[in-house]
T-cell receptor, first 111, second 115 residues
């Protein structure tokens, strides 16, 4: 069974710190990875996509992919209280269309 | 531009009733996806359409669930003989393309409560 695993948290960081969110996946056939942010009571919002090994930066967000270790991470620099949300990691396998989601990591940024 | 829209935003029904949930994708997006999300869990895939046809319906839990997209745009998810276990948030997403590199954008969801 294809799985995406995340630590459910909560992960608590002080304002201005770097938040590091991690995700592992079980199937080497996966090729694309996505990070979604979900505020309580809202739907998931796409914040990053990554397809190749290495880092991808977008503003305060950096996604990292290591296919050999089957590991994806999201770094949030200069964390703000408004970053407090659940972060969902998702993967697409083998040219398919469906996303396989992890259970999400709850992030709390304390002022 | 306008995002994915879903109606109704909330639906309360009684066990055994039939419900329809509607999704209107982003204009120009050819692929449409249905997921459902229970509290504390990530979204769970149900079905996706490329154009009018269902490209993958492997996530539909049983034959009480059915979805259509007759004109390749709006989609309706239909649930017959609802059960309390069907209570969840039903999410619709759309993407410009399918395959391994598609980015999916979600609508606000329909919260279904079966009493």
């Amino acid at each position: 069974q294809k799985e995406v695993e995340q630590n459910s948290g909560p992960l608590s960081v002080p304002e201005g710190a770097i938040a590091s969110l991690n995700c592992t996946y079980s199937d080497r056939g996966s090729q694309s990875f996505f990070w979604y942010r979900q505020y309580s009571g809202k739907s998931p919002e796409l914040i990053m996509s990554i397809y190749s090994n290495g880092d991808k930066e977008d503003g305060r967000f950096t996604a990292q992919l290591n296919k050999a270790s089957q590991y994806v991470s999201l770094l949030i620099r200069d964390s703000q209280p408004s970053d407090s949300a659940t972060y969902l990691c998702a993967a697409i396998y083998n040219q398919g269309g469906k996303l396989i989601f992890g259970q999400g990591t709850e992030l709390s940024v304390k002022p | 531009g306008a995002g994915v829209s879903q109606t109704p935003s909330n639906k309360v029904t009684e066990k055994g009733k039939y419900v329809e949930l509607r999704c209107d994708p982003i204009s120009g997006h050819t692929a449409l996806y249905w997921y459902r999300q229970s509290l504390g869990q990530g979204p769970e895939f149900l079905i996706y359409f490329q154009g009018t046809g269902a490209a993958d319906d492997s996530g539909l839990p049983n034959d009480r669930f059915f979805a259509v997209r007759p004109e390749g745009s709006v989609s309706t998810l239909k649930i017959q003989r609802t059960e309390r276990g069907d209570s969840a948030v039903y999410l619709c997403a759309s993407s410009r393309v399918t395959g391994g590199f598609n980015e999916q954008f979600f609508g606000p969801g329909t919260r279904l409560t079966v009493l």
